[in-house]
């Protein structure tokens, strides 16, 4: 492709990256990994080296994620998830930390960036302070590589002794509000990475390809190229040792049992953990039990038949509505330790024929993937060699362009992305699905009604959560409805000029983080001062947001202060559609 470096690469000059290699490991020599609790008592180097240890003795390892908004009640999650899970004799191997979101800030500017519901820690001791409470392995996953503070949380999680320090797959698709510099991001990246390649044990570079583009490719080979192409830049280039996460969006069962397969064939590390099938979960408790039970399984048998490392992640069922409590997480865990008990009764039973087929299908895709995109790139006159451009030039050209471009199923135009996927992911045709589900539940008057309405939608969400726009932006195009893409992670002054430019009369946000209110006051603010105040804004997701005055951290719904700031909260796409029947 001749032009792909005047699309995205357009600065005069860009960041040395042999120079940003040699301050991240030059720096080793003053950034050490700390003996954490659990370092010292496994007595072992690293994680690396656990993971190994237990995948010889045929153990199922355990994750699981915590991180509520205070230090003081996320230590206490620290040690006593674990203590009562030891007292019920049920093993806790590693803990994801979920930091929030203005942990990505850096700490000089973390206190005046809009905040999530994640875990804030102020200083490096803060970091100490809870992976001391446990000998659990503490896994600082999100909010560290791929942020403008990817250095400074870096060196913090590894004083730490944290020895698993993400979220690669970060880099590629978030977008903190109002952050624009990528280059600098890239270059903090680049920094860390070379940090934890340069200690003397190795530190896992985890990247959870669902929050990376994998959950939006609707192939996945492509998914599984992500992972080539990430261990060429991380491993050969940086010489540091990558390792990958899944789950979120692997509902179907062959596809999730192919996948681990896959991934093992082509990885070099064990892998961090395969996430829970959160996409699984809906409203109702008694079905999410079934989602945690068929994931779980799966999972298991995966890890007895071929193990890759990765632990299983038991996700208590109350995390479609909110951030689960301590309670809810060991209780998952007791859940998860029967049926490991059980599915090692049931592993004869098995056979994973049917899943190394689709396994051998997703590799050679996969491989066929990167090398289509690492052709493409150096005939587009991107430096393939050069980490720094590399990793940007992903980030910028995004998921679709990379898998309508390079991705390796045969061309057809009937297909989304104009492929025919090599192996199809199931979220995107999902959603398809609900699409349809919802049109069809409309009567033929109000489908003709909605599309002589000749409405300019302008769709835009406020975090990485894209289903919820995606799944709009294909009910409007089915029913004939004009949609604005608004984008994703865009910060309420930017879409003013989108919304004057397009001439939407209608903006749709979907928002999951917890910051529900404060946008929708910001973008009123923005709409006010642009002249735009009449300007019906309906608003859908997560409508939840931590109330600072509460003494309790979790956070609380605000779709009563959505509908007195002037928006139209939205429970389902249903709602919207007959809010707007009635509007003359
Ligand atoms: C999929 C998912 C992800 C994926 C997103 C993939 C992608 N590219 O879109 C990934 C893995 C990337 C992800 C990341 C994170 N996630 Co997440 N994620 C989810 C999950 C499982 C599903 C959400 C979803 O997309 N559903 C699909 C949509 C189509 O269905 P729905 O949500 O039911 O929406 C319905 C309506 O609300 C409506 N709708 C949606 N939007 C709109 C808008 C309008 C205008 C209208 C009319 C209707 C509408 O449409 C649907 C049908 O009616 C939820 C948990 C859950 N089960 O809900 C957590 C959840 C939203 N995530 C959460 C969190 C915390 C995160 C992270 C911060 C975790 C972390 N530390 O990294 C990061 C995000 C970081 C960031 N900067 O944004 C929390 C939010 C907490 C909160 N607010 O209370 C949740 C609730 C999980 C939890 N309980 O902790 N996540």
Redesign the pocket.
Known sequence: MTNLRALVLTERELPDPAALIQQGRQDASLVKVGRSRFLKHHSVSSEFEYKHNQMQLGCIMRHAQI?YRSLERSCQAYAQIYERLQDNGCPLHRYGI??D?SMGYPEAERLRKPR???LILDSGECFVQLTEQAPVAPHF???VLGMPSAYENTCAALTAGSTSIG?LG?YF??R?PHWHDDVFITAQTIKAISLCAAQPVPILIHS?L??GFA??FTDLACALGAVLIEQYIVNELLQGSVSHCYG??YSEPVARLAFQRALAQVSVTPGTMVYGN??L??RLTSSNFAGLSSYLLVDTLAQMLLPSGHAINPVPVS??????TVDEIVDAHLFADKLVERARKMREMFSATQADAAAEKIVDGARRFKKSVMDGFASGGIDVNNPLELLLAIRRLGPRFLEEEFGPGEADRSHLRGRKAVFQAATISA?EQ?ADD?INGLTNDQRQKLSTLKLRIC?VTT???????L??ENIFSKLGISAIDGGV?TDPEDLIDLIQSHKADVI???????VALDYLRSLKENLRESGLQRMPI?????L?QVAESEQDDL?VDVSAKLLEAGAVP???????LLHLLQQD
Not at 319 to 324: D, L, V
Not at 463 to 469: A, I, L, P, Q
Not at 538 to 542: D, H, L, S, T
Not at 570 to 576: A, L, P, R
């Open positions: 991180g979920c930091l979101w999530g519901t994640g996953g999100d909010f979220n970060q698709s978030f903190l959870n669902d929050d959950a939006l979120h969006t959160t996409t979960y809906g995390e479609a509505y909110r951030i689960p959603l609900q919802c769709i975090d990485v959560h894209e289903y919820g726009k799944l709009i992670c749709a946000v979907s928002t999951y983080n917890g309906y608003i859908g997701g997560k939840n956070p939205c429970n389902s796409t249903e709602d919207m």
